[in-house]
């Protein structure tokens, strides 16, 4: 139950005990760093930086015991992630497929486009993951396909979390007409089936993994800013905002310096289930072949090759692509569970 | 309840009229229809594009272009096609329709009835070892490529057909004969549960959060206090309440269950609107792949407008607002 306890709880000691003189001319975020509302979020690497921010330099007194109340915050985030074991496995698992996809690539003497004279070869100590028709070795393939992946499914998703959570932001924080407009916009968007317009674009734009990432961030990031959007709505009733306004800050200020910081639990958890999201939207293009285009190897493209190869009795060359598609999709499902749980200390396991 | 009805309907209509323009903008900038024509052997003169371009009101300008299109579609036509003058996408669109409504219909409704049964059964038994293996079993679907998957089904069929004499069929009927309503199942077996997994995962999720929503709530606590029967307080008073969100979520989803389509025909073989559409992206047929995503867009815009009413209806709270 200790878990449960907010923050808040913990850090009304020191507020009270070390609490340093205010400095008239220091900024206001300084000061904020003390008020309960900010320090509950200062878990937040936005928060964390509004803590070191305003602060007078000196290398003693309050602005140590700052640093010192941050850390144990991303501590405690830490620490209730661990508890999600399947969330710490997961991670651990993708790291073994990063590595193996960026590190294994360049240690492995095949190469994915280059012929061998195993031709067909089911799995074996010299070709773990067999050889296609042509002699080419599978795992250099799966290798390549899984690096192409990623890099889309990461770009994707940062891009996509990026924008979506700033337009979010802004449309929640303006409310009116604004809000109404930008929001009318994003349902305009969520109109259209996102696998279809990425189909039509992506057969244009396919052969270049960069516009097709672009492609498809510009079709996924609407989830972000809704959820964004319903956050900054509560967050922007707080008190500190209030401050913050009263003190004179512009609105960019505090959009940026006061309101998302205090939305990056969501937006941390949106950004992870993106790049699932992406990679099962990008292999699924791939696949159809309006994706990533030979001579590149996406581990959707993979499978296109791989189906008649399945049906021919020869199925390592359809099961293990599909198996990394898995590893990465589920892993990274698991390690935003986990962190929607690590991050939000109000919100129960009911809830996730 | 009127006023609310025409006010919601009144803001669908300019939704759909964007989308419309949203929609043709798209296919104007990632399709060039002429692409084919242009890459022939010897190529094409400079005059016969031009004709070419003339024949299909490329040579107007965007907006010019937009509203003929708009203007034909108003009229039930939906402009000339490049896979051949034979190809009428209104007499296609029209024979489509119906094969991918079957296959989007049985997905909803399987994938419904299993996400309100496991979303209800593992939010009244929270934590439980059957909570936790549904939640499991849903991760797994929804890291689940769809498209992998349904191959995966493919091979599987086949060996049970081999080995047990079955007959559930790999692939849509050759030539859309579809025979009667007793070969459909064989048919639409494979397909339905390929379609419906992903949404099935999403629901349950939903539905399970929205049932933990209602037990947590005073009335239930209230329901059971005055002596109802567990049953009643869980049925009338539990499940009901905790269904309405569904509606919404169900109907947002649509969009997701068309793309899905795309995926399940290509794979199946089966004739439908989603084959029709990944045929108009390769050919570059603009004025199908317009279709296509008009009918799309306007399916979720009428269902997103259905979906608001309902909650009206089901939901007491919102007739105040």
Not at chain 1, 110 to 128: G, Q
Not at chain 2, 3 to 12: K, Q
Not at chain 2, 33 to 55: M, V, Y
Not at chain 2, 235 to 254: C, F, K, N, S, W
Request: glycine share 10%; hydrophobic share 50%; with cysteine.
């Amino acid at each position: 139950m200790a878990e449960n306890l907010p923050p808040r709880d913990v850090n009304d000691e020191p507020v009270g005990a070390g609490r340093p003189p205010v400095d008239p001319n220091a900024e206001f975020l300084g000061d904020q760093g003390q008020q309960p509302g900010l320090t509950i979020d200062a878990v937040t690497p936005g928060g964390e930086d509004i803590v070191t921010g305003g602060r007078p330099e000196g290398p003693e007194g309050p602005d140590h015991e700052f640093t010192v109340q941050a850390r144990s915050q991303w501590r405690q985030v830490l620490r209730r992630f661990r508890q999600h074991k399947l969330a710490v496995i997961s991670l651990f698992v993708l790291l073994l497929v990063i590595l193996f996809a960026f590190v294994g690539a360049p240690i492995w003497h095949y190469e994915p486009n280059k012929f061998t004279d195993d031709f067909s070869v089911p799995p074996s100590a010299k070709h773990p993951f067999g050889t296609d028709s042509n002699g080419a070795d599978h795992m250099a393939q799966v290798m390549a396909g899984t690096q192409l992946s990623l890099k889309i499914a990461f770009f994707v998703s940062i891009v996509g979390t990026l924008f979506g959570s700033i337009y979010g932001a802004v449309s929640g924080y303006y409310r009116g007409i604004t809000d109404t407009l930008m929001m009318r916009l994003v349902d305009l968007v969520l109109t259209i089936p996102a696998l279809a317009v990425g189909a039509l674009l992506g057969k244009r734009f396919g052969n270049n993994w960069l516009l097709l990432a672009m492609v498809l961030a510009g079709l996924l990031w609407t989830g972000s800013a809704r959820v964004v959007r319903g956050q900054v709505l509560s967050v922007r009733e707080k008190e500190y905002v209030e401050a913050a306004r009263a003190l004179g800050a512009s609105d960019k200020r505090i959009i940026f310096r006061h309101i998302i910081p205090n939305v990056a639990g969501p937006i941390i958890v949106l950004f992870t289930l993106l790049v699932a999201a992406a990679v099962l939207t990008e292999t699924a293009l791939s696949y159809l072949g309006f994706g990533v285009q030979f001579p590149d190897i996406s581990l959707g493209s993979l499978i296109t090759s791989g189906e008649t190869a399945a049906s021919g009795g020869r199925g390592w060359l359809f099961y293990f692509p599909g198996l990394f598609i898995i590893l990465i999709a589920l892993t990274v499902n698991f390690i935003g569970d986990g962190l929607r749980d690590a991050l939000d200390p109000t919100q129960t396991k009911a809830r996730a | 309840m009127l006023a609310f009805t025409i006010r919601r309907l009144l803001v669908s209509i300019p939704i759909l009229i964007l989308s419309t323009f949203l929609v043709f903008l798209l296919v104007a900038w990632g399709a060039d229809p002429l692409g084919d024509f242009k890459s022939k052997n010897p190529p094409p003169s400079a005059a016969q594009i031009a004709a070419r371009e003339h024949e299909l009101g490329l040579d107007q300008s965007l907006p010019m272009q937009y509203w003929n299109w708009i203007k034909g579609v108003l009229h039930g036509d939906f402009g000339p096609s490049v896979q051949g003058s034979a190809f009428n996408i209104g007499e296609e669109l029209g024979r489509r329709t119906w094969v991918t409504f079957r296959l989007v219909f049985c997905a909803i409704i399987i994938a419904l009835i299993l996400a309100v049964i496991v979303g209800v059964v593992t939010a009244v038994r929270q934590y439980s070892v059957l909570d936790y293996a549904a939640t499991l079993v849903g991760f797994f679907f929804l890291s689940l490529p769809v498209f992998w998957f349904a191959i995966l089904l493919k091979i599987w069929a086949t060996n049970i057909n081999n080995d047990f004499g079955t007959n559930i069929k790999t692939l849509g009927p050759p030539g859309g004969q579809w025979g009667g309503i007793g070969s459909w199942a064989g048919f639409l077996v494979l397909p339905t549960i390929t379609l419906a997994l992903s949404s099935y995962a999403t629901w349950a999720r939903f539905q399970r959060a929205s049932m933990l929503d209602v037990l947590n709530s005073d009335y239930m606590r209230l329901a059971r206090a005055k002596g109802l029967s567990p049953r009643r307080v869980m049925v009338r008073h539990g499940l009901r309440t905790a269904l309405i969100p569904m509606t919404t979520q169900v109907t947002l989803d649509v969009a997701a269950i068309m793309g899905g389509t795309v995926i399940t025909e290509r794979i199946f073989q089966w004739q439908g609107l989603g084959t029709m559409f990944i045929n108009g992206i390769q050919t570059q047929d603009t004025n199908t792949v317009l279709a296509w995503l008009l009918i799309s867009a306007t399916l979720v815009i009428v269902l997103n407008l259905v979906a608001d009413l309902l909650y009206a209806v089901l939901d007491p709270r919102i007739r105040l607002a």
